[in-house]
């Protein structure tokens, strides 16, 4: 499967942003999803994920009550809504999808997006 995201950019703390995650390629329902953050000179962490129904949603700590993963199977289509922005979320973005079950670890996902720039002002 082919993973694009969009929707990052530049934002003022405590502002908004949706970013998405358009599939192609293999049967894009039939996989889980996830996002993904790297600041520069740090590791790929666990944002939030989604389940291939999207029954099931998946949040790190730091985005549980901030951050919404959905998924419209329709349409190929991943988002997060990412509302309260803080400038310790500024990073690049990546959606990744895996075709077996939801996991923590960025090294354990197949197909991975290129990424989209967030940066968050102060």
């Known amino acids: 499967v082919q993973l694009v995201e969009s929707g990052g950019g530049l934002v003022q703390t405590g502002g908004s942003l949706e970013l998405s995650c358009v599939g192609s390629?293999?049967?894009?329902?039939?996989?889980?999803i996830g996002w993904f953050r790297q600041a520069p000179g740090k590791d790929r962490d666990f944002v939030a994920a989604i389940s291939w129904s999207g029954a099931s949603q998946y949040y790190a700590d730091g985005a549980k009550g901030r951050f919404t993963i959905t998924r419209d199977n329709a349409k190929n289509t991943v988002y997060l809504q990412m509302n309260n922005l803080q400038p310790e979320d500024t990073a690049v973005y990546y959606c990744?999808?895996?075709?077996?079950?939801?996991?923590?670890?960025?090294?354990?996902?197949?197909?991975w997006g290129q990424g989209t720039l967030v940066t968050v002002s102060s």
């Open positions: 390629g293999r049967i894009f329902k039939d996989y889980q």
């Open positions: 990744a999808g895996d075709g077996t079950v939801i996991k923590y670890d960025a090294s354990e996902w197949d197909y």
